[in-house]
């Protein structure tokens, strides 16, 4: 049989040892697992972004991994541990709406609130439920304990305040949600809202105080340093500087809106 | 049986070339191993930094998991490389106070000098033990080798400077040794020299310029952009912000004092 | 038999989703691979630093490795994804010169232009070749199918602008091509380079405005804070601190000279 697959992505940062912790509690009830890291770089307690690379990298893996996400301002408060099973995948978690996106996308079966201490150190800090609970409960999981035995059945999870775009008469807002290492500006504007909307009609995109004509295919078919839109490889619209940062070039931050303007029907 | 599972902590960054190199030789004598970074962003040459993140994260991994670290601005020169058998793991790395606090946490069996050349490369760098004398160690070790062929037993550490907190007639006197990812700010004083010296008596925490009255439980206890002191989960007496940085609203740097004080007996 | 070892090299830093996608995808391939990273932190886009860092880890992995690099600014368009045979290892990634040190030092056998679809998803992205083409072709190779399947025979790689220092009479000019973790300066004058053009005679090693007399063994036989020149461990003349940062002491970039001038022959 084939190791298990556990992957990591928190806002914890490598610097700390938070990170091997979770891994050492892990490896000591599983020493067969095979453990990924997503990103322990989510910046410090963004729900939102965590939520989003969670959702991006996730489906990628094999059947049958077991994701454990940890960005959890609330932790030890009233918000619930839990543990999604999806159509392919486990998610475990704080119920803070880090996991909805990624959920929702791969397809819900059932829910279940972490409350069984059986499977919890005999002392659960309460600052750190990373390593006291989502640790344990995805190392057990892993070796085949049943999901329903971690605690009791839900049925809702908190939903993430999502960002989706507006669509208006002649523009389309979206929003900048992502700003990778290449200071590409991945937006909340997908590939079908954003065919839905233009159709086959010319526009114009506004990102920062600039305007981009068109969409190209690829980095390639820019000059060096120009500014273009794309829709990138997670088919998201994205807006990028060939060999440069778009944005160093746009100084714009997360959050800044991208509109879509049609300026011509057919 | 399980693979073996061998940890690894520098000061190299993951910018380099240095830590796959050493994974390299580890992987090239025993590809069975499993891999586990503790962290590569200790502050280059940090010996008491590297000493801490260690003695932290070390007690979670599993019974027989081989501890590498190198912190080691004496590389070369007359520290020696040892190898440190403790009560459940095995610590490697120089003899200059880096595994002292992790390997005497844990319990010291016994030390041995790595001296044995059949062991190392023909060549062995004079700057860079880590891939020349500690990866091949920690492979070979991997693989079932007794630890006492790799050199003569040793009955001394190098102790590190360990900087326990001082302890006045009405104050507590310890000091930071790590800010996190977070920037919350870990203390020197653990739980149980917290609670010898404070009893049940009424104290105040100060850090930098500002005075903290009491422990919360967890960081959901505070509102949002109050700073608060807790006990962390290492057992350390933290200050932090309830959704910010202790470390950007105090000031303060790793070495700065934090001091309780009694205000009332019983 | 021994798990597969594959390993990943790129720019994309580690905040993105972007490697762990490709971890995902090798892993729905071959779930038993064992995957280290060797830098996800190369300068954006920079080929030749790229290319220094996997020349320099490569030669320690486990005969069979298979080494994926994507640095590939110009992904999507003319330029070739390749695999390359080498003696002991196998190198995927784009052919702009990013392979090239790597697979010449260990010795090309054959190369392939990765053109068969059958390996790759439906669609593949024009800006992510790193998903869709290299990581999937590493999983497959890892299972064990033969190299030739993946495309035609190519004979030629394309050539790094390689670096290579300038013989002069009575000095031999290198330039920093790769500035550490610590702040080291490696520079592309070699052992071999250096002592053919030293041979037994006085010299002086100019670097920023300060010069520095012959060499030292190791940082240990420094002073703290003094400014020495080593060969390093992979053979490089190096410019060092003892203790301290030689980029920013001489305030010198990646490309900055070092030069080594003869002072008296014998």
């Known amino acids: ?18 990170v091997a912790s979770m891994k050492g509690v892990i490896l000591r009830i599983n020493p067969q697992c095979t453990l990924i890291d997503i990103t322990h770089h989510v910046s410090p307690q963004d729900i939102r972004e965590g939520a989003f690379l969670l959702a991006s990298a996730s489906p990628y893996f094999p059947k049958g991994t077991i994701h454990v996400s940890v960005v959890d301002p609330g932790v030890g408060g009233p918000r619930e541990p839990i543990l999604v099973k999806t159509t392919n995948y486990f998610f475990i978690g704080p119920d803070n709406g880090l996991l909805t996106l990624a959920a929702q996308k791969d397809g819900i079966k059932h ?3 972490l409350t069984n201490k059986k499977y919890f150190p005999p002392e659960v800090s309460a600052t750190f439920h990373g390593r006291d609970i989502f640790a344990p409960v995805a190392g057990y999981l892993s070796l085949g304990v049943n999901p329903k035995v971690f605690g009791e059945k839900t049925h809702y999870l908190v939903e993430l305040d999502s960002g989706q775009p507006e669509f208006k008469r002649d523009q389309l807002i979206g929003e900048i949600i992502h700003i990778d290492n290449f200071g590409n ?18 526009f114009l995109i506004k990102a920062g105080k600039r305007i981009i004509k068109g969409l190209k295919r690829g980095y390639w078919e820019a ?32 959050g800044d809106p991208i509109i879509v303007t049609v300026i011509s029907g057919q």
């Open 1 to 18: 049989m084939n190791n298990p697959i556990i992957t990591l992505l928190t806002d914890f940062g490598t610097k700390d040892h938070y």
């Open 111 to 113: 829910i279940v609130v």
């Open 185 to 202: 500006l991945v937006s909340n504007i997908d590939q079908k809202a954003f065919s839905r909307f233009t159709k086959n009609r010319t």
């Open 223 to 254: 000059k060096d340093g120009e500014l273009i839109a794309i829709l990138d490889s997670s088919g998201f619209l994205e807006i990028a500087v060939r060999e440069g940062s778009a944005q160093k070039v746009l100084k714009v931050k997360r």
